[in-house]
């Protein structure tokens, strides 16, 4: 079976230099049971407006995983 990966990513703030990828989303397109689906906790708390626009806020990113650590499995799961 084919694998192609449709991948989402959301970010902490509006820029990338001052941002990190909070939320790692991938289907594959021929089987969407074939998905990673995980939010990630940032090193440097989201500010109001990251949160009004992103739709999540801190408290509930502070349960999640580290960034580097979802990444790496992220990164697993694609194949990268």
């Known amino acids: 079976m084919k694998r192609e990966l449709i991948i989402q990513l959301e970010t902490s703030a509006l820029t990338p230099e001052k941002g990190e990828i909070i939320h790692y989303y991938a289907v594959n397109r021929w ?3 074939d ?4 939010w990630a906790k940032p090193s440097v ?12 806020n801190n408290d509930q990113l502070d349960g999640c995983r580290s960034t580097d650590v979802v990444l790496d499995d992220f990164c697993e799961f694609a194949e990268i």
């Open 31 to 33: 089987d969407e049971e």
């Open 35 to 38: 998905e990673f689906d995980e």
């Open 45 to 56: 708390a989201l500010t109001a407006e990251a949160e009004a626009i992103i739709g999540v």
